[in-house]
Nanobody
Framework: QLRLVESGGNLVQPEGSLRLSCAASGFTFSRYAMSWYRQAPGKERELVAD????????NYADSVKGRFTISRDNVKNTVYLQMNNLKPEDTAVYIC???????WGQGTQVTVSS
């Protein structure tokens, strides 16, 4: 069964940091690029970052450049999103995606608030 399971979301103060994880199973993880999206209440789903199959290429939304870092471990079948200097506008459900096979996780909530 193809599956993506996110973890690591939490309530954090502004300027704080979090590391999200997305564990993949049921498919050959290293064959696929991976993405992180986020969706805030009342807003459209937004692509946050993506990473190529072996991590050699990454892309970021302008709103997170310089603060977020996407990475992956093809041995552990996991993709990560390191988020630093968090802002209240980063509050959203963060969702892992394997775009080539249209596979989505259930999401993990990140709330940035003092």
């Amino acid at each position: 069964q193809l599956r993506l399971v996110e973890s690591g979301g939490n309530l954090v103060q502004p300027e704080g940091s979090l590391r999200l994880s997305c564990a993949a199973s049921g498919f050959t993880f290293s064959r696929y690029a991976m993405s992180w999206y986020r969706q805030a209440p009342g807003k459209e789903r937004e692509l946050v970052a993506d990473i190529s199959r072996f991590g050699g290429s990454t892309n970021y939304a302008d709103s997170v450049k310089g603060r977020f870092t996407i990475s992956r471990d093809n041995v552990k079948n996991t993709v990560y999103l390191q988020m630093n200097n968090l802002k209240p506008e980063d509050t959203a459900v963060y969702i892992c995606n394997a775009p080539s096979i249209n596979l989505w996780g259930q999401g993990t909530q990140v709330t940035v608030s003092s």
